[in-house]
Each structure stands twice: as C-alpha cells, then as structure tokens.
Nanobody, 117 residues
Framework: QVQLVESGGGLVQPGGSLTLSCAAS????????MGWYRQAPGRQRELVAD???????DYADSVQGRFTISRDNIQGTLSLRMNSLKPEDTAVYYC???????????WGQGTQVTVSS
C-alpha cells in the first residue's frame, strides 16, 4: 500500500508563486509515475503534470512554462513549483501515484490553491 499526503496549498496573489509537496509512504519501490491533478468547481479533474520514475515529464498546455514538477525517489516526495499563478489556477490539487505490481492508483486527500487578489 501507498499513502500520499499533500501540503503547501494556500492563498496567493495573481502572478505569485507557490510550491506544493506530496509525501509518499509505504511501498515506495512500487510507485511508477507520479503526478498532480486539479479540480475546480464544476469542472472535471484534469492532469496538471506528471513525471515518470526516470524523470520524464508531461505538462498540461495551460501550465506549460509556468509549473515545474519534480520528484525524489529516495525520499518518496513529489513537488510542484507553480510560478506566475493565475486566478484560473484556483482548484483543489491532488497528488497521484500508480503502481504496476499490483496495478493500483493512489490519491492524496487534496490541497486547496486559491489565486486571488
């Protein structure tokens, strides 16, 4: 089993920066890809960014060039550095991880990010 706990959410002004963190515990060696998803009110949960165990990354077009995802496989941590934040970035952000053996998807509880002046 894998447990994920997010932290770092909060209120930030437009144009500001914020870093989210996710701490994984449990069977860390089973974790494959990790990622950040977000869900705004009335919208579907969407992929923000993900990163493979080897460090290959993908970003949503809406955050490309502004957000940076990274991970530390030894520490079992995932981070998301968010720069030039916009009001439309406001959402609950969820940490995600998957394993292939056994095939499972894991989610954190979510952390609120609010971008407002």
């Amino acid at each position: 089993q894998v447990q994920l706990v997010e932290s770092g959410g909060g209120l930030v002004q437009p144009g500001g920066s914020l870093t989210l963190s996710c701490a994984a515990s449990g069977a860390l060696m089973r974790i494959n890809t990790m990622g950040w998803y977000r869900q705004a009110p009335g919208r579907q949960r969407e992929l923000v960014a993900d990163i493979t165990r080897g460090g290959d990354t993908d970003y949503a077009d809406s955050v490309q060039g502004r957000f940076t995802i990274s991970r530390d496989n030894i520490q079992g941590t995932l981070s998301l550095r968010m720069n030039s934040l916009k009001p439309e970035d406001t959402a609950v952000y969820y940490c995600n991880a998957d394993s292939v053996i056994p095939p499972r998807i894991y989610w954190g509880q979510g952390t609120q990010v609010t971008v407002s002046s």
